[in-house]
């Protein structure tokens, strides 16, 4: 007897050994399960692998984790809106964001407020040079749910114009320019096509009998064009003649302005840049100014507010002697400002 006990002692302890050995492995992965959290979407799930909810379950035990830094890693895995907040797509949104501001920028019928500065530096014939800055805000208005008023007054700040006072001799002055308007009706549903009629006006408000023409004139002007994904293209013609002006020379002139600029993506494009001018009074020689010229805007967000910036050089290979304009190198600033008028008046 006193040789059984130990054997029994010995047997039982086999015996438990193996019941213990023998206990399915998934006892430990059940007790951690205990105090999981329910299934969230986050990799929990009391159903195991082989679910029959389709998607395949991955445990925390099976990733040799407790369930305290399983927890972590589901808190620190980002969801599909931080995902989708960094995305590429946002990226290129935004640059297509920045175009669609330039073709409208780059649009005389836009349906954008914008303050055009416009710094000119022209080289004229006799070596001399004539600087301006243009002013020109852009406040279209809805009349209705199908026509708009293009409102283009042009403002010149400074015309520095040099003159003759001998032979050979030239003095420079500055002062104010004469003041000009554009009010053309355009419809608001033509689709890709810009259109727009309208008349146009001349004040003889300059400071200067060289900054000026002294003529009050008025003429018609227009715009057909067409904007496409890529690119815009168009003519935006004005004439006028003189009505009144005391005893300075009557005036009868052509402001032709094609347009014409390639989207490049990013707010970036390039087109072509000038104003062919023509003085209808003038002799054949002398009648006409046509440049050759290359443009290339930027439109760039400051803060909140989108700015367009545009460099451009410009060759006239038609030109009057003597004082006409040989050389233009442009600058133009245009910020966009929010629309004091909503809606439609009518």
């Known amino acids: 007897m006193r040789q059984t006990r130990p054997t029994i002692c010995c047997v039982t302890s086999l015996f438990l050994l193996a019941l213990i050995g023998a206990a399915p492995s998934g006892a430990g992965a059940e007790t951690n399960l205990v105090d999981a959290p329910p299934s969230t979407g986050s990799g929990w799930s009391l159903l195991g692998p082989g679910s029959t909810d389709g998607q395949q379950i991955i445990e925390p035990a099976h990733l040799g984790l407790n369930h305290e ?5 589901a808190q620190a895995a980002p969801d ?38 416009q710094f000119n ?30 409102n283009r007054p042009l403002i010149p700040v400074y015309n520095s114009v040099p003159h003759p006072i001998a032979p050979g001799k030239f003095r420079q002055t500055t002062s104010f320019g004469d003041l ?31 900054a000026g023409q002294g003529k009050y004139q008025i003429g ?3 715009v057909a064009g067409y904007l ?13 003649w ?17 347009f014409y600029s390639y989207f490049l993506g990013e707010g970036y494009s390039v087109g072509y840049s000038g104003n062919v001018l023509a003085n209808l009074h003038a002799s054949t020689g002398q009648m006409w100014t046509v440049p050759i010229g290359l443009a290339l805007a930027k439109v760039q967000k400051l803060g909140p507010l989108p700015v367009r910036f545009a460099l451009a050089g410009q060759y006239m290979a038609v030109r009057p002697s003597d004082f006409g304009q040989e050389w233009n190198v442009q600058l133009v600033i245009a910020p966009v400002i929010p629309k004091l008028f909503k809606g439609s008046i009518f």
Do not use: C
């Open 220 to 222: 018609p002007a227009g």
């Open 121 to 150: 530096n022209y080289n004229l014939e006799n070596g001399h040079w004539n600087h301006n800055m243009q002013f020109q805000p852009v406040l279209p208005i809805s009349l209705s749910k199908d026509w708009n008023l293009i």
């Open 69 to 73: 830094a399983a927890v972590q890693l």
């Open 242 to 258: 003189s009505v009144s002006g005391g005893s300075r020379p009557a005036v009868a002139q052509l402001n032709l302005q094609p």
């Open 80 to 117: 599909e809106s931080e995902r989708a907040a960094v995305s590429p797509a946002e990226s290129e949104h935004k640059g297509e964001s920045l175009t669609e501001i330039n073709k409208q920028l780059s649009n005389p019928v836009t349906s954008f407020w914008s303050l055009t500065f």
């Open 180 to 210: 000009a308007d554009v009010e053309m009706v355009s419809p608001g549903n033509a689709g890709p096509w810009l259109l727009a009629l309208g008349p146009t006006f001349i004040f003889p408000t300059a400071g200067s009998q060289f």
């Open 228 to 240: 496409a994904e890529k690119y815009i293209a168009g003519i935006f013609p004005q004439a006028f």
